[in-house]
C-alpha cells in the first residue's frame, strides 16, 4: 500500500462497545464516531484492531442489536472509498461476513504483514499470542470450534446475546480486566512474541491491541512494538504518516 503525501494510516482497537452497558458505552461510541469523523479526511486506510464490540455473534440472519451510530459511519467512510480493516478480537471474534457483505470491510481472523510504502507492519489484536495465557487459549479453541459454534446458534438470540453480553463482562479470563496493567518489559508476552518473529524476519513495526495500555517498546534498533490503549480509558489511537508511527491521545 502506497501512501500519499498528506495521507496518513490510522489505528485503533479496543472500544468494547456494549459495556458494562448500551447506555453506559453511549457516550464513548459518540466520541469514537467523532474520532472517525475527524480523521475520514486525511485517511489513506482505518485498521479497526479488534474488541470493537464487548459481545458480538452472527446468526445466520440476526446481529446484536445497537452501535447504529458506528455501523452507520464506518458503512459512511468504507463508500467513500477508504479502506478499512477489521481483526477481530476475543470479545468479536465470532464475526463472519456481516463486515464484508454490509459494509465492504474485510475481516482477519489472524495476524497479517502490511507494507505501507517501504516499512513493514505485523498487525493483530494480540489475544493468545506468546507464551503463557494457557487459559484462555484453551478457552479460545473451544470458542472458536465450528461445535461449539453450531450449538450457540441454536439458542434464541434473545438468550444467546444476553448470556454472551454476560460472559463478556463478568468472565475475567475473557474481559482480561486483571491483566490491564504493565507487567514489565520481560514479562510482556506480546513483545516476547514480537522477539520471537523478528528470529525469522525483519519487521519495523509490531501492532496490537488487547492489552488496553498505550505502549511503544524498542524491540531492537529498528523494530518497535506499538500497542495501541483502549476507548475505555485512555482513548489512544495510533496514525502512520508514511515514515513515523506515534501514539495520540483524543
Known sequence: MQIAEGKKI?????????????????????????????????????????????????????????????????????????PIYFFVGNHDLWM????????????????????????????????????????????????TSPFFQWLFKWMHPDIGVKIGQYMSVKNKMISGDDDAKFLGEDNEWLVAYCKRKLEDKHRDYFVFGHRHLPLEIDLNETSKYINLGDWIQYYTYGVFDGENFELKTY
Open 10 to 82: 490510522y489505528f485503533s482497537s479496543d472500544n468494547h462497545l456494549g459495556a458494562p452497558t448500551s447506555e453506559d458505552s453511549r457516550p464513548r461510541e459518540k466520541k469514537f464516531v467523532a474520532w472517525l469523523d475527524e480523521v475520514k479526511h486525511d485517511a489513506a486506510a482505518i485498521f479497526l484492531l479488534g474488541d470493537l464490540f464487548d459481545f458480538w455473534f452472527e446468526y445466520k440472519t440476526v446481529v446484536p442489536k445497537g452501535f447504529t451510530r458506528t455501523l452507520g459511519k464506518l458503512a459512511e467512510i468504507a463508500d467513500s472509498g477508504i
Open 96 to 143: 463472519k461476513d456481516y463486515f464484508k457483505t454490509e459494509l465492504g470491510i474485510p475481516v482477519y481472523h489472524e495476524p497479517k504483514e502490511f507494507i505501507f510504502n517501504d516499512t513493514t507492519v505485523f498487525i493483530g489484536h494480540g489475544d493468545g499470542l506468546g507464551p503463557g495465557d494457557k487459559g484462555y487459549k484453551r478457552m479460545k479453541k473451544v470458542f
